[in-house]
């Protein structure tokens, strides 16, 4: 198996030793068809839905699937170490905060069959399209969850239930920590994807979380490995 595109351009690259370098992972056989087949929904979802402008091959596979699973490169072949539960965890709670075309969620919940992944969205079309999706990938682990989240994570049967909370592209960090640390258990752990990052980010967003009992456990800088853009990962803590 090679890291180079094959000559159909509706092709993903494979990049297995791009997965390897990077991540210290890569995908196995039944997951790399499942992403070239998220590939082929997407782009064809993409005539009837405003779901994404990324859909050359290189660029989707870069920001879509690369990055997707960058922010959780820590718990890449392990299950999700949270501090203050039993060790390891065998299932644990995961939701996507603002889906979208279902971007971390869909490319996490392919890489850990044992993530049980939730994708909120407050647009019915794109949790319709996910539904459809989801069933045509046979996603067993994911579901989806109509609504906003700053009301959803107030409703008991979800507020402190996840173990993770992925947000990416939802707005300012601030904005994005209001959003995702009341769904988290206590331990819990938030990974907000942002692009550059600043100190007069970093001063808004810390009161923030003082006041959701959150701490701001670790960031992450990094950049992609084609285009070489700045990234950062944000990893906030739910504490007890």
């Known amino acids: 198996m090679n890291s180079q ?6 092709m993903l690259p494979l990049m297995v030793d791009i997965w390897q370098q990077t991540l210290n992972w890569q995908p196995d056989e039944k997951q790399q068809r499942q992403f070239q087949q998220l590939y082929s929904l997407i782009v064809a979802g993409n ?8 859909t050359e091959p290189f660029e989707f596979w870069e ?6 699973l960058r922010g959780i490169a820590p718990f890449l072949g392990n299950t999700l170490p ?8 065998p299932n644990p709670q995961v939701i996507d ?5 279902g971007f971390p969620g869909v490319p996490c919940g392919i890489a850990h069959p044992h993530w049980q992944v939730t994708l909120l969205d407050s647009t019915r079309k794109k949790i319709a399209f996910l ?8 996603l067993s682990n994911a579901t989806t969850l109509l609504g906003r989240s700053e009301q959803i994570n107030q409703q008991s049967q979800y507020r402190k239930t996840y173990d993770l909370a992925l947000i990416r592209a939802v707005g300012s960090a601030s904005v994005c920590a209001e959003y995702a640390l009341p769904f988290l258990k206590s331990g819990g752990l938030a990974i907000l ?3 550059h990052w600043t100190d007069e980010e970093a001063a808004d967003l810390q009161p923030v979380i003082e006041k959701l009992r959150g701490k701001l456990e670790s960031i992450e800088a990094f950049t992609t490995p084609l285009t070489q853009s700045v990234r950062h990962c944000l990893y906030l803590r739910k504490l007890g």
């Open 5 to 10: 595109p094959t000559q159909n351009d509706s």
């Open 47 to 54: 005539r009837q839905l405003n779901l994404t402008r990324i």
């Open 63 to 68: 920001k879509h699937l690369w990055d997707s």
């Open 82 to 89: 949270i501090p203050h539960s039993q060790f390891p965890i």
């Open 97 to 101: 905060i603002g889906t979208g075309a």
């Open 131 to 138: 539904d459809t999706l989801l069933a045509q990938l046979g």
């Open 193 to 195: 994807y942002r692009g």
